[in-house]
C-alpha cells in the first residue's frame, strides 16, 4: 500500500486532501487561504508565518454582499467610537483571533490600507481598535479586508459589555487590599506570634495600626459578604455568607475591644486573611470567558440593514425601521430579515438557520417566506408583511422563556449545608457561653468570640468554588466551555437529555452517500464528479465527496437550474443530474432519505442516496450516557431516519418530529415539569428549548460562530466526549463532599479548643489559614486527578 | 526603640504608595489585556520598504 504523505495547508493547517492549490512549492487547501497567502506577500508581511505555524483561519461565509449596510452612514456612525470628518475610530469584535500571528498581522492593517492610522489589539477580550480617516477608505473595506485575511468580525448594534468590566476591576481592587491589609497586619502581629510580651512600649501601636488597616477591610472589602447575608435574612434563608458576615463581624468587634483596653492584640490578621481568602474563592467562581457570548438574541443572527426599494430608487434602510408593506431586496446569502410575501418569480431560500433543516425549500411568487431564510442563488424582491418584531422568529423569542430572567437556586449544597451549620454552631456558642457563665463569668464572653471566631466557615466556603473553579478550566481546555459554576450544580441534578437532531447529533459536512443503480465506468464517474464540483449546492457537494475522482475533466454547456438539477457535457457524455422529476423518472415510493437522480446520454442509470451522516463516536456516547440519564429526541425533520436512530439510542427514548421551534420548547416545558434536564442543540430553532431547560448546551462546530442563547457551549466534534465530562462534573460533587468532611474536622478541633477557653490569637492566625488553605490544596489535586485521563 | 516605630511608619507608607500603585495600574485598565503587550514587545519593527 502506498503511504502517503499527510499534507496540511500552510495558511491555515487544515487537510489538504486533494487540491491542486499550490504556491511557491507551498500546499494550500482552498483558493481562500492561497490568496491570503499571496496578498500576505504581496504586501512583503510573511513574517506572519514565523510567530506560529499555520496560523490563518479558513475563510467562512463571506460573500460579497454581507457588508452592503456599511455604506448606510447612519449605522457606521452608531458603530463608531469616536467621529469627526478627518478621523474615525472603531472597536471590532474579531472571536477568530487566536494567536501572537493574528497580533502581529492585525497591528500591521496599515500596509494593507494606507487610510488606515493605526490598529491595536486587545488579545484577551479579541477585540480590535482602529483609527482610519474616513477620507481615504471607508469602513465596509476595511471590514472586507479583513474578512479576506480570515478574520472576519462580528458586528451587532447592542453594545452592553462595559458594564462588567468596571466591576471585574472593583473586585481585583479589593482582592488587593485585602492583601495588603493581610500582609501589614501579619507584619505587626509578629511579636504576638514570637511571644514579645506585651511590656514593651512599642506593641501597643501594631494593634492601634492593624484597628486601622483592617476598617477597608470591613467596610469595603467585606462589604458582599454582609449585603449577602442581610438578602438572604430577608427571604428567610441562611446562606453561607451568613456564618462569615457574624465570624468577620466577631472578629472584628473582639479584636477592637481587647485593642482598645489594652488586653490583647487581637485578630485582625486572621480576619484581613479570611476576607483575602473568601475574595480569591469567589474571584474563581465567577471567572467566565470574555470571548464566548453566551447571551445572544435574535439581532445578532439578524443583518443589520437591508436595501428597500422605494419609487424605483434601492436605499440601505436599518432592518428596525421596515414596516408592513415595504418592498425590499435581498441577494444571495442574504438573510430575509421579517416574514414576506415573495415579488419574483421563483427563490431558494435555505432555512438551515431556523430549522437546522440542509435543504433549500423554492418559494414561488406569492407565498410566504418567513424570517431567518437565507436566499440562494438570485437576488429577489419581497413585499414585507410583518414588521422585524412580530415575525415568527421574534415571536418565539419575545415569548416568556427570553423576557423573565432566570430564578437562581437556592439548592446550591453549600447554601443547603449552611442552613445547618448556621443555627448549630450559635447554639453551640449560647451554650458554652452560658455553662462557663456559671464556672467562670469573666471567661464567658470570650468563649462566645471564640467560638464564632473558629467556627467562621471559611474552608467551607472555599470548597466549592474552588472545585468547581478548576473544574471549569479543566473542561474549557476540552472545548466544553460552561458558563458559571451555578450551572455545574445544576447538572448534578440533572436525569434527562433532550437532544436535537439536524445539527445537533447529524454533521452537515459527514454524508453518507449510497449509489442503487447501473453501475458507472471511469470516464462517467469522472465527468460526472466534474460537473458536481461546478456547483456549491451541497448534494452535489456530498456526491463530488462521495466519487472522490482524480483530475477533473472540462464541462461544457453547464447549467445549473435552480431547485432542480445540474446538466452539463464532457465528450459524448451527455449528463443529467437532480430530481426524479428534472431526469424525468417518477418517484419510487418512499426512500430512506434524500435522493439524487442520474441520466446518462437520455438513459436513467440510478440514484444517488444522501443521508445526513451522525457524529463520529455518537452510539458509545449514548450507550455510556444512558446509564445515567433518560433521553428525548426533537426533530423539526420527517421520521426517515426512525429507524437509523433507534440503532443509535435506547428502545425507550421518546422521539418526536415535525417539531416547530414552539413545539420544542412546550416539550421541555411538559419535561422540565418533572425531571430537570439538559438540552443539546444548534440553531436557532432551539433557542426557546435551550433556554427553557435547566441547563441548554449548545453545539457549535466553529466556536467563533454564532450559537444561540445558552449555559454552555461544546465544540461539535467533541460530542462523542460529553460521557467523559459529565463524569467528572458528578465526581465533583463527591469532591466537594469530601472537602466538607476535611473542614468540619478542621472546625471541630477548633470548636473543642474555643468552647475550652483556650483560643489564643496565634491559635487562631494559624488554625485558620492552614484549613483554608489545605482545603483548597486538597480539591484542586483531586479535580486535576480526575481528570488526568479526560483527552 | 522609637527607632523601630518610625522604620514601621516608613514601611508602611512605601507599601501604602504601593497599594495606590496598584489601585491606579488597576483603574487605568492595565489589567484588561495581559496578553498583547507581552507578545507585542517580541515583533519587530519593520523599516517600511521604500514607501
Redesign the interface.
Known amino acids: 500500500m502506498e503511504l502517503l504523505e499527510e499534507v496540511k495547508c500552510y495558511h491555515c493547517g487544515e487537510d489538504c486532501e486533494d487540491s491542486q492549490h499550490i504556491s511557491e512549492e507551498k500546499s494550500f487547501c482552498c483558493l481562500g487561504c492561497k490568496t491570503v497567502y499571496e496578498l500576505l506577500q504581496e504586501n512583503d508581511l510573511c513574517e506572519y508565518y514565523d510567530f506560529q505555524s499555520t496560523p490563518g483561519n479558513t475563510l467562512q461565509n463571506f460573500y460579497a454582499n454581507k457588508y452592503n449596510f456599511l455604506e448606510n452612514e447612519e449605522i457606521v456612525s452608531k458603530l463608531l467610537d469616536f467621529e469627526s470628518p478627518e478621523f474615525h475610530k472603531i472597536t471590532l469584535d474579531i472571536p477568530s483571533i487566536h494567536c501572537s500571528s493574528c497580533i502581529w498581522l492585525l497591528e500591521n492593517l496599515q500596509r494593507f490600507d494606507s487610510g488606515i492610522i493605526q490598529s491595536r489589539i486587545q488579545f484577551s477580550a479579541k477585540k480590535l481598535s482602529l483609527d482610519y480617516r474616513p477620507a481615504e477608505t471607508q469602513l465596509k473595506s476595511i471590514v472586507e479586508l479583513l474578512c479576506q485575511l480570515g478574520y472576519e468580525p462580528e458586528i451587532t448594534l447592542d453594545t452592553q459589555q462595559s458594564k462588567d468590566k468596571s466591576w471585574n476591576r472593583e473586585r481585583i481592587i479589593k482582592l488587593g487590599i485585602a492583601g495588603f491589609v493581610f500582609g501589614n497586619t501579619m507584619l505587626f502581629s509578629f511579636p504576638e506570634y514570637l511571644g514579645i510580651s506585651l511590656e514593651s512600649e512599642f506593641v501597643e501601636y501594631f494593634g492601634y495600626l492593624n484597628l486601622i488597616l483592617s476598617l477597608p477591610v470591613l467596610f469595603y472589602c467585606a462589604q458582599e459578604f454582609f449585603i449577602s447575608a442581610y438578602k438572604g435574612l430577608r427571604k428567610k434563608l441562611l446562606n453561607i455568607d451568613f456564618p462569615i458576615a457574624i465570624g468577620i463581624l466577631a472578629l472584628f468587634i473582639r479584636s477592637s475591644i481587647e485593642v482598645l483596653t489594652q488586653t490583647g492584640a487581637g485578630y485582625f490578621d486572621s480576619m484581613s486573611a479570611l476576607v483575602f481568602l473568601l475574595l480569591i474563592g469567589r474571584w474563581f467562581q465567577d471567572k467566565t470567558y470574555r470571548e464566548l457570548s453566551f447571551e445572544r438574541n435574535y439581532k445578532s443572527y439578524f443583518p443589520l440593514a437591508v436595501y428597500q426599494i422605494k419609487n424605483g430608487v434601492k436605499k440601505s434602510t436599518l432592518v428596525e425601521e421596515l414596516e408592513a408593506g415595504d418592498k425590499i431586496e435581498i441577494r444571495n446569502e442574504e438573510i430575509v430579515p421579517c416574514d414576506a410575501i415573495l415579488n419574483s418569480p421563483v427563490a431558494s431560500i435555505d432555512y438551515s438557520f431556523v430549522t437546522g433543516e440542509s435543504k433549500a425549500v423554492e418559494v414561488k411568487e406569492g407565498e410566504k417566506v418567513f424570517a431567518g431564510g437565507r436566499v440562494k442563488g438570485t437576488a429577489v424582491t419581497l413585499n414585507i408583511i410583518q414588521a422585524v418584531s412580530n415575525s415568527y422568529l421574534t415571536q418565539l423569542w419575545n415569548n416568556e422563556v427570553f423576557s423573565k430572567p432566570r430564578i437562581e437556586s437556592q439548592q446550591q449544597l453549600i447554601n443547603k449545608v449552611s442552613t445547618y451549620f448556621t443555627p448549630t454552631i450559635l447554639a453551640i456558642a449560647i451554650v458554652a457561653a452560658s455553662v462557663w457563665f456559671y464556672i467562670d463569668a469573666d471567661k464567658a464572653w470570650n468563649v462566645f468570640s471564640s467560638v464564632l471566631i473558629i467556627a467562621c466557615p471559611c474552608a467551607l466556603a472555599l470548597a466549592s468554588p474552588f472545585t468547581l473553579g478548576a473544574l471549569l478550566n479543566v473542561l474549557s481546555s476540552k472545548k466544553f466551555y460552561i458558563k458559571n459554576t451555578d450551572i455545574l450544580e445544576k447538572i448534578w441534578s440533572t436525569q434527562h437529555l433532550v437532544f436535537d437532531k439536524t445539527g445537533t447529533i447529524t454533521q452537515s459536512k459527514n454524508h453518507a452517500v449510497e449509489y442503487h443503480g447501473i453501475a458507472l465506468d471511469e470516464k462517467e464517474k469522472l465527468a460526472l464528479a466534474s460537473l458536481c464540483h461546478q456547483s456549491t449546492h451541497p448534494m452535489s457537494q456530498a456526491v463530488y465527496d462521495h466519487l472522490n475522482s482524480g483530475e477533473l475533466v472540462d464541462i461544457a454547456n453547464f447549467k445549473e437550474l435552480k431547485g432542480k438539477g445540474l446538466t452539463g457535457t464532457n465528450a459524448s457524455i451527455n449528463i443529467k443530474l437532480g430530481s426524479g422529476k428534472f431526469v424525468g423518472k417518477e418517484s419510487e415510493g418512499k426512500l430512506n432519505g434524500s435522493a439524487v437522480h442520474l441520466q446518462i446520454n437520455g438513459s436513467y442509470k440510478g440514484h444517488f442516496l444522501i443521508r445526513s451522516g451522525y457524529r463520529k463516536g455518537l452510539d458509545q456516547a449514548i450507550g455510556k450516557l444512558k446509564k445515567r440519564f433518560a433521553f428525548t429526541l426533537l426533530s423539526g425533520d420527517n421520521d426517515a431516519e426512525r429507524s437509523r436512530l433507534l440503532k443509535i439510542f435506547p428502545a425507550e427514548t421518546k422521539m418526536h418530529f415535525h417539531q416547530s421551534p414552539m413545539d420544542k420548547l412546550e416539550e421541555i416545558r411538559s419535561i422540565e415539569a418533572n425531571t430537570p434536564s439538559i438540552m443539546i442543540g444548534d440553531g436557532l430553532n432551539d433557542a426557546g428549548a435551550l433556554k427553557a431547560s435547566s441547563v441548554g448546551i449548545s453545539i457549535s462546530d466553529n466556536l467563533s460562530s454564532f450559537t444561540p442563547a445558552s449555559d454552555a457551549i461544546l465544540l461539535g466534534t467533541k460530542l462523542s466526549k460529553l460521557p467523559e465530562y459529565f463524569d467528572i462534573i458528578f465526581r465533583s460533587k463527591t469532591i466537594i463532599i469530601t472537602a466538607f468532611i476535611i473542614s468540619f474536622l478542621y472546625n471541630a478541633v477548633g470548636l473543642a479548643f474555643a468552647v475550652m477557653g483556650w483560643v489564643t490569637p496565634v491559635f487562631a492566625a494559624l488554625l485558620m489559614p492552614i484549613s483554608s488553605i489545605s482545603v483548597v490544596l486538597f480539591v484542586t489535586l483531586a479535580v486535576r486527578w480526575s481528570a488526568r485521563n479526560l483527552s | ?1 522609637k527607632i ?2 518610625l522604620l ?1 511608619l516608613i ?2 507608607i512605601v ?1 501604602l504608595v ?2 495606590w500603585l ?2 491606579w495600574s ?2 487605568s ?1 492595565q ?6 503587550p507581552a ?2 514587545m ?2 519587530d519593527e ?1 523599516k ?2 521604500g514607501k
Open positions: 526603640m523601630i516605630i514601621i514601611s508602611l507599601a504601593f497599594l496598584f489601585v488597576v483603574k485598565g489589567y484588561e489585556d495581559t496578553d498583547s507578545i507585542r517580541l515583533m519593520k517600511k520598504s
